[in-house]
Each structure stands twice: as C-alpha cells, then as structure tokens.
C-alpha cells in the first residue's frame, strides 16, 4: 500500500489517491494543485459550473449571476456554453483584474501545457464525458467542461486534476486522454436536436473556429 504523502495536505487529493491506489502517481517527480471549491450543476451549466469554480466560492446565486451575463451577451439559451471564445470572453468579466487569460488553440498534450500547469496555471477544457465522467470519444455528443486545477509529473506520464460539475471528488487524469477527447468535439449531439430545448452554437459549430474543437482556456491568476 503506497501512503501518497505528497499528497497529504490535500485531503481531496489524497482521498482519490487512496480510494483508487494510484501507484502510478504514488512518487510524481513533480506537481501542482490549486485548490478549488467542488459545485454540482443544475441542467446543462458544466461551463458555468467550471468558471465559478475557477473563481472562487461558487453558489447558486453567482451561478445564476453568471448565466445572467452570459445571456446578456446571447452565448447561452439554457446554460450551455459551446463556445471557448464566448468562454474566454465571460472569464474575463468575473475573474479578478489581472488574470491573465488566454484561449489555446491546439493539442493539449505538450510541454508548454505540462509547464504551465506545473507553473500555476489553471485551465477551463472542453471534453466528451464517459459514463463515469472521465474523458472519452464520443465525437463531441457529450461535451462537458472541467476546470483543470493541477499536474502532476511522473517518470512515465504526466497527469492532471480537475474538478467540475458532475461529481464532488477531484478527478485525476492523464493529460494524453484528456487531450484526444477535446480533438475530437466534432459535432453537436444529434440527441439534443430533438429536445425541446434551444441550444445556442457558435458560427461553425462546436468544431468550427469559435467552437471546442482542440481549443482551451489557460489561467494565470495575478501573483
């Protein structure tokens, strides 16, 4: 049994760590985590969900403060956010003044990412959800957002946690998975055409330019 003491001062870290034995990650050569607050969401809100997360202290009410503004500026009907532009736009009204915040065009899986996670950094990342949440292909008909708050550096891997509004423990995954499930947001749910629900998309769709497809947000909070 591994006693993952790198990670005993997050106990939510640690508790996965334990929970699940991840021995892979029982002695990182490396890591980062910024702790943020855990938040379930009401209806399709995963982006919002994910950016109060990253702003600290989500609620029901700054929940619905944030649908509110993205409303305002016609990038959600419902709560859905499948812009990373309109995204981008919407942190940049409630994150503190000094944020540094940048969309990322491209694979996710690189040393620019793993250093600026490991740098501090935090990032909001579009991804297909699987059954138990973690990052799958489903060509873009589960798209979800997770707020990724840490990375972790091994010997064979590199890994990251993340939270967002579909379970209350950190989750813990590789970057390499978590990137070729946000390459492949192709298209928009064929299910949810058929809802009686308006979604709101972007020019182009969700694999169009201001869509999801291999696109992110990186975080830098003011030092």
């Known amino acids: 049994m591994e006693d993952f003491s790198w990670a005993k001062l997050y106990p939510e870290v640690y508790k996965v760590c334990t929970l699940f034995q991840m021995t892979e990650i029982a002695n990182p050569i490396e890591f980062h985590y910024k702790k943020l607050d855990q938040f379930l969401q009401d209806g399709p809100q995963c982006g919002l969900v994910a950016l109060a997360m990253c702003v600290g202290n989500p609620t029901k009410d700054s929940i619905q403060n944030l649908f509110e503004t993205a409303k305002k500026y016609n990038f959600s009907n419902n709560g859905e956010m499948f812009s990373v532009d309109n995204m981008a736009t919407l942190a940049k009204e409630v994150l503190p003044i000094g944020t ?33 949440n973690s990052p799958g292909l489903c060509k873009g008909h589960k798209a979800h957002w997770a707020a990724i708050c840490g990375g972790i550096l091994t010997e064979n891997d590199f890994y990251v946690l993340a939270r967002h509004g579909k379970a209350r423990n950190v989750a813990i995954w590789k970057l390499k998975v978590l990137a070729n499930s946000n390459k492949q947001l192709l298209e928009f749910s064929p299910d949810r055409k058929f809802q009686d629900i308006v979604y709101k998309l972007p020019i182009g769709g969700i694999s169009g330019p201001f869509g999801l497809k291999e696109k992110s947000i990186l975080i830098q909070y003011k030092c």
Not at 101 to 120: A, E, M, P
């Open 100 to 132: 540094e915040i940048k969309v990322y065009n491209g694979y996710l899986d690189n040393d620019f990412i793993k250093k600026s996670l490991l740098g501090g950094s935090i990032m909001l990342v579009p991804y297909d959800t699987e059954k138990d």
